[in-house]
């Protein structure tokens, strides 16, 4: 049976480059392995009174069967004033409650950041690494994943601009395997 990633794009912007990129990694997973966009548009922000009182949101618990089948992630994340935007920050934090049952726990990650700027998303990258620390995730150390000039990958069809770019990330991807493999 095939091992199945969820690949999570931190923004909620329908033209967002992050998801263009998850998009485009979908083609890029290997025999024995599936890609799969989990979708972060619908989640409110955590409260943890939900799960205390036992109102906790059909959304929440979509995504926490969803997030629990899967067997590793790959982090897509933009980055907000220097840190990763609320949208992936609360995905973790739905995903890491009730205490004792997080969707997270010893499944490998790694964390792919992007900016149309040149900084490349490496505040995002490093304070995502913060939580992911704690959520026991091991994470893909090398190599870094750090894309810059996002708004230029792609065409409007989705589709790399240039063939380096594509190259790039699909060396990305195959090293996350190897690091899934040892780590799984
Ligand atoms: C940004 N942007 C941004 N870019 C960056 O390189 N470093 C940063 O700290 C920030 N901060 C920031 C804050 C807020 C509130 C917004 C809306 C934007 C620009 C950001 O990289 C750009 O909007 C990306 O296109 C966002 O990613 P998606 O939506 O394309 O995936």
Do not use: C
Request: without cysteine; aromatic residues 12%; proline residues 5%.
């Amino acid at each position: 049976m095939s091992k199945v990633i969820g690949i999570l794009a931190g923004s909620l912007r329908k033209e967002s480059f992050s998801k263009k990129i998850g998009n485009a990694l979908i083609a890029m997973a290997p025999d024995g392995f599936e890609f799969k966009v989990v979708s972060l548009d619908d989640l409110p922000i955590y409260n943890q009174d939900f799960d205390d009182h036992n109102q906790i949101p059909e959304a929440y618990t979509v995504f926490r069967n969803e997030a629990k089948a899967l067997d590793g992630f790959i982090f897509i994340t933009p980055e907000y004033n220097r840190s990763v935007p609320a949208v992936l920050k609360n995905a973790l934090d739905v995903g890491s409650r009730p205490y004792g049952q997080s969707v997270w726990d010893g499944k490998p990650g790694a964390v792919f950041s992007n900016s149309p700027g040149n900084v490349s998303g490496f505040g995002a990258n490093h304070h995502l690494r913060q939580s992911l620390v704690f959520l026991n995730v091991p994470v893909m150390q090398q190599p870094e994943v750090y894309i810059n000039k996002s708004n230029e990958l792609f065409d409007e069809k989705g589709v790399f601009k240039d063939e380096r770019s594509r190259v790039f990330l699909q060396k990305a991807v195959d090293a996350y395997i190897v690091w899934f493999t040892k780590n799984a």
